[in-house]
């Protein structure tokens, strides 16, 4: 069983960065895509950023040019920076990476338990 950790989230002020990182524990996997979700309240969660394991990233048009997704394999770890934010960016962010089970031979999914983000303007 894979964990992951969240953490970086809080109450801030619009403009400015905030960093997320996300860190997984767990024996017996081989780390693939990562990526991070916001769900903003009474709304669905959404993908908005997604990095490869080669390094290549994407981004939700909502954040494009704002906020930059990078991982560190060595600890296991993904990142969010948040630059320019809005009051729009409050919301639950959550980290999920997908792996290579290597005990069961398949991939899966797994998901942290969320970091609130609470932008103020």
């Known amino acids: 069983q894979m964990h992951l950790m969240e953490s970086g989230g809080g109450l801030v002020q619009a403009g400015g960065s905030l960093k997320l990182s996300c860190a997984a524990s767990?024996?017996?996997?081989?780390?693939?895509?990562m990526s991070w979700y916001h769900q903003a309240p009474g709304q669905e969660r959404d993908e908005v950023a997604r990095?490869?394991?080669?390094?290549?990233?994407v981004y939700a048009d909502s954040v494009e040019g704002r906020f930059i997704i990078s991982r560190d394999d060595s600890k296991r770890s993904v990142y969010l920076q948040m630059n320019d934010r809005e009051p729009k960016d409050t919301g639950t962010y959550y980290c999920?990476?997908?792996?290579?089970?290597?005990?069961?031979?398949?991939?899966?999914?797994?998901w942290g338990q969320g970091t609130q983000v609470t932008i103020s303007s």
């Open positions: 999920k990476m997908h792996v290579w089970n290597i005990g069961e031979e398949r991939y899966e999914d797994y």
């Open positions: 767990g024996e017996a996997f081989r780390l693939t895509d």
């Open positions: 990095i490869s394991l080669s390094g290549r990233a």
